[in-house]
């Protein structure tokens, strides 16, 4: 069974900043994802990578499939992004996902 | 309409009803899923069907019960459910069943057992 942490569990920043999220895992994966969740509960899938590093709009993805881990960046991040963003992985002959906890994030203005 | 919806938003119910829950997706999808999240866990899932037969069934209590009529809906029977059920209930769907690919999640149901 894949175990999946993030860090940090919370992160509050200022608008502006700069934003790193990270997650582990334990086992070799099949594809890992971002996901988004905002207050009121609806999910939104932001990236889907297996190797290198992903770019939409101010949002970036990277992982390193040696160290099993991935980051998840916010570039100029704004108080509309503030929401709770979940990892999770799939596993090479599993189908099913596994999730972290989520890390939420509050950015002040 | 387009996307993933989920019927009702919020439901409260007693432990000795019954009631059901509603997804319908309009992506023209063949796999359906659905979550159960509670406070400060992660999500977890519940049941998969793929083409409309059950791929997984994840150890859920009998008091829940599945139903995919067809591979744009499906439905989630509770009865004689417990106050440890009350959890947002995500019903979410993929091009096919597997980690490999994307899931679209609907807005969920927030469900309080009393």
């Known amino acids: 069974k894949n175990e999946v942490e993030q860090s940090p569990q919370n992160l509050t920043a200022q608008e502006g900043e700069f934003i790193t999220i990270n997650c582990s895992y334990s086992?070799?994966?099949?594809?890992l994802h971002w996901l988004q969740q905002h207050p009121g509960g609806g999910i939104v899938s932001l990236f889907m990578?297996?190797?290198g590093k992903k770019k939409h709009g101010r949002l970036i993805a990277t992982i390193n499939i040696q160290e099993k881990h991935s980051s998840l960046h916010i570039t100029a991040s704004h108080p509309r992004d503030s929401a709770v963003y979940i990892c999770a992985v799939g596993t090479f002959g599993n189908e099913k996902l596994t999730f972290g906890t989520g890390t939420r994030l509050t950015i002040i203005p | 309409e387009t996307g993933v919806t989920q019927t009702p938003r919020h439901l409260v119910m007693g432990m000795t009803n019954k009631k059901s829950l509603k997804c319908e997706q309009h992506l023209g999808h063949n796999a359906m899923y659905w979550y159960k999240q509670s406070a400060k866990k992660p999500l977890e899932l519940m049941f998969v069907?793929?083409?409309?037969?059950?791929?997984e069934n994840n150890s859920v209590p009998s008091r829940f019960s599945p139903e995919c009529p067809n591979s744009s809906h499906l439905f989630l029977h509770l009865h004689t459910l417990q106050p440890e059920d009350s959890a947002l209930y995500l019903c979410?769907?993929?091009?096919?069943?597997?980690?490999?690919?994307?899931?679209?999640f609907g807005p969920g149901t927030r469900l309080t057992v009393t």
């Open positions: 990578l297996s190797s």
């Open positions: 979410a769907s993929s091009q096919e069943w597997g980690s490999s690919y994307e899931q679209y």
């Open positions: 069907y793929s083409l409309e037969e059950r791929v």
């Open positions: 086992v070799g994966i099949s594809a």
